[in-house]
């Protein structure tokens, strides 16, 4: 048995690092869609105003939107550029650029603003309220992109099907390499012939 090729690898590694590379700007647009969470400064740490507000769970659930969204497009983008041979590497690729891309995400989107509140908070007085920045807090959604990369990418091949039913690769049903180059794959011997010949 084989082991992964030179192209399969090289596939694997500009699929991953290209889908990665998505995330900081996915992280920007999450940051800006992000609902507005406030926070109460008590003794210098930062408290939901409102614990039972739908604000962070709303932060969670543009995440996990912006992941889908981004795990759909590079599935369906991957497949669309892919061709006979490459669907293991491109789904590894995907699976791991899109943990990766979901990861710089979270990070970036977290970063923006950050300094800014951090600095509001050591500046207000004990019970103000602050802004908060966007921060995921169920980290579990990190694999929304990368399952929906990978689940888009199977679901266009069922639907596809790149390559028909039994193909695996080689010339299809009355493709020049075969007897007769028709419908059927083998033609029949004429009446009363044997085409192996010699045969008693």
Known sequence: MRGPTGRAWA?????????????????????????KVTYVVVRGQTLLAD???????????????????????????????GGRGNDVPLLAGLAVGGLAASALAAFTG???????????????????????????????????WPLLAVGAYAVLELVVKRLPAGDVG???????????????????APTGRDVDGGER
Do not use: K, M, N
């Open 51 to 81: 614990p039972e507000g739908q604000g962070p769970i709303g932060v969670d659930g543009r995440f996990a939107l912006v992941g889908a969204a981004a795990g759909l497009l590079c599935g369906a983008l991957a497949y669309l550029r």
């Open 110 to 144: 977290h970063r923006i603003g950050l300094a800014a509140f951090e600095q509001a908070v050591r500046a207000a007085a004990e019970g103000a309220t602050v802004t908060g920045v966007a921060e995921l807090r169920a980290t579990g959604l990190a694999v929304v």
């Open 11 to 35: 596939t694997w590694a500009v699929t991953s690092a290209v889908v990665a590379l998505l995330g900081p700007f996915a992280g920007l647009a999450w940051a800006a869609l992000s609902p």
């Open 170 to 188: 080689e010339p299809a049903v009355g493709e020049p390499d075969q007897v007769g180059g028709r419908e059927l794959d083998l033609e029949s």
